[in-house]
């Protein structure tokens, strides 16, 4: 890398639907990375939080910044929110999905 260049990172926040095997019950997942590949993959092979263990998952949610500080302040405001605002993050998010694959 030159002096004059410097590698940009992006850093996601993401929120997975977790179903548990066992019981059906459906739940929010939120954590943020650098990798959200990587990531999703870790939580789907039992590798990542131990809130996701024994529990199907799926990406429903993501949003890109910065820096791991904006990142990171995200992830916790997304935390802090009611189930129902997250779902409607979520349902939002999907929608806007929706629309852009249409086009």
């Known amino acids: ?13 993401y929120m997975l639907k977790c ?4 019981t059906g019950e459906v739940s929010l997942y939120t954590g943020s990375t ?3 590949v990587i990531r999703v993959n870790q939580h ?3 590798k990542g939080a131990r809130y996701t263990l ?12 910065l820096t791991r500080s ?3 302040k995200r992830e ?5 929110l009611t189930t129902e605002k997250k779902w409607c993050l979520v349902k939002e998010f999907q929608q806007r999905m929706e629309q ?3 086009k």
């Open 44 to 46: 789907q092979s039992g």
């Open 54 to 65: 024994g529990k199907d998952i799926e990406l429903s949610y993501f949003e890109t910044h």
């Open 100 to 102: 852009s694959s249409e």
């Open 1 to 13: 890398m030159d002096s004059g260049e410097y590698e940009m990172s992006i850093y996601y926040v």
């Open 70 to 72: 904006e990142a990171m």
């Open 34 to 36: 650098q990798d959200l």
């Open 19 to 22: 179903t548990g095997k066992k």
């Open 76 to 80: 916790y405001a997304i935390k802090q």
